[in-house]
Structures are given as structure tokens and as C-alpha cells.
């Protein structure tokens, strides 16, 4: 399968845990994004690097949130200090260098997190 | 900040009624995708329109984007209860520095009884 990949698919944690989650991109795409999905509503943009650069962040992005996507392929999200308010669907999705217009973006499967 | 209004949010039919979904925003985009998603899964991209006035089909899906690019529909022929899911809208920036960033309507549920 050569879809984008996200580890794990479900992550429960105590308040105040540090969680990491993993996205493995479609192979050739260079734009990764990360999305945040809560219940009943459509996803929300969290942040977007092409290859390593990270190139824009949401306000939603708070300083307990970090990515990285260092050697431009895959890429990480850490929550730290997680708060009941994180629980959600923490999407990924990747996207060719195309026509920028276009912007199709793929999605992963997501990683459901649940913050007691 | 761009936002897009999705309507309806819920629609429950029967099977083989038509069908449409509504995306609308006062900016302008420069393209929209559509995506499908079931419970648990990421979305499932459909379409992207990028040309104003575009119609695409896709089997018995038809998907329109606005003469100026601020809003689209998608319609169902038949709808089928494999149709069931939930539809999404979301437009790419028109410019700037914001060519990553997606705007996700909030998403209409249909589902379809057999």
C-alpha cells in the first residue's frame, strides 16, 4: 500500500502525558500537512512543511504543540503537557509539487486520541 | 479568515432520491476539493475543481465550482446506501503565502436507507 501511513491509530493518555505521533507520507510527495478533526466538524489546519521547512503554523497550534519533519520525509507531532481539550483526530495528509492551484492533498487514517 | 458554509449539515434519504450539498463562501478560492469520509477514516478525496463554472462527474456524483470560485455543489443521481458518509468541501487559498493550507467546510452527514 502506498498510501500515507499514521502510528498509532489510537493513543489514550492521562491528562498532562506527553504523546508523539508518526506520519510516513506518499513517497514522492515533498508538502506534508497536519489537520485536527473534532467530532461533528470538518478538519482543521495545524501545519504545513514542504520537504523539511515548515512553512506555516495555525494560531490553533499552541506552544504545548510541536512538528518536525526533519530529513523531509516523515513527520512527527507532539502534544506535550496534553489536555482533555486535545482530544481528537489528528489527521495527515501529503500533496505533490504541482501547480499550486491544484493542491490535492491525500489523508491518512488518522490518529483518534482520547485525554482522560 | 476564510471560512465555508456547508449545507445541509444532516440529509437522510431514501434510496434513489437525488440529492444536493451546497458550499458556500464570500472568498475566493483557488480550487475545492470534495472528500468523502467514513467513521473512523481520514478523508477520501473525490474531486478538485479549479476553473470557474467547472462540472465534473464522477459516475452519478456531479460536482459544479461558482463562475467566481466562492462556492460549489456536489450532487447525487440515485443515491445508493453505499453513499452513506460524510461529505466534505474544502478550498485552497487563492494566493499569498497560504498555498498549503486547506479551509474544510464543516461537513454534511448523508445517509441512505434502503
Known amino acids: 500500500d502506498t498510501g500515507v501511513s499514521q502510528n498509532p491509530r489510537h493513543k489514550i493518555t492521562k491528562r498532562g502525558q506527553n504523546v508523539t505521533f508518526r506520519c510516513d507520507p506518499i513517497?514522492?510527495?515533498?508538502?506534508l500537512y497536519w489537520y485536527r478533526q473534532t467530532l461533528g466538524q470538518g478538519p482543521e489546519f495545524l501545519t504545513y512543511?514542504?520537504?523539511?521547512?515548515?512553512?506555516?503554523k495555525s494560531r490553533l497550534l499552541s506552544d504545548r504543540f510541536s512538528a518536525e519533519r526533519p530529513k523531509g520525509s516523515f513527520s512527527t507531532l507532539e502534544i506535550q503537557r496534553t489536555e482533555q481539550g486535545d482530544s481528537a483526530m489528528y489527521l495527515c495528509?501529503?500533496?505533490?509539487?504541482?501547480?499550486?492551484?491544484?493542491?490535492?492533498?491525500?489523508f491518512g487514517p488518522g490518529t483518534r486520541l482520547t485525554v482522560l | 479568515t476564510q471560512l465555508l458554509e456547508q449545507s445541509p449539515q444532516f440529509l437522510s434519504i431514501q434510496e434513489g432520491e437525488n440529492l444536493t450539498v451546497y458550499c458556500n463562501s464570500s472568498?475566493?478560492?483557488?480550487?475545492l476539493q470534495w472528500y468523502r469520509q467514513e467513521p473512523g477514516e481520514g478523508p477520501v478525496l473525490l474531486v478538485t475543481?479549479?476553473?470557474?463554472?467547472e462540472v465534473k462527474k464522477l459516475k452519478r456524483l456531479t460536482f459544479q465550482f461558482g463562475d467566481a470560485r466562492k462556492d460549489s455543489s456536489l450532487h447525487i443521481t440515485a443515491a445508493q446506501p453505499g453513499d452513506t458518509g460524510l461529505y466534505l468541501c474544502?478550498?485552497?487559498?487563492?494566493?499569498?503565502?497560504?498555498?498549503?493550507?486547506?479551509?474544510f467546510g464543516q461537513g454534511t452527514i448523508l445517509t441512505v436507507h434502503p
Open positions: 495528509a501529503s500533496s505533490p509539487k504541482i501547480h499550486p492551484a491544484y493542491n490535492e492533498q491525500f
Open positions: 474544502a478550498g485552497a487559498n487563492a494566493g499569498g503565502t497560504s498555498y498549503g493550507k486547506l479551509t
Open positions: 512543511f514542504q520537504n523539511e521547512a515548515q512553512l506555516e
Open positions: 513517497s514522492e510527495h515533498n508538502r
Open positions: 475543481v479549479v476553473t470557474g463554472g
Open positions: 472568498s475566493v478560492f483557488s480550487s
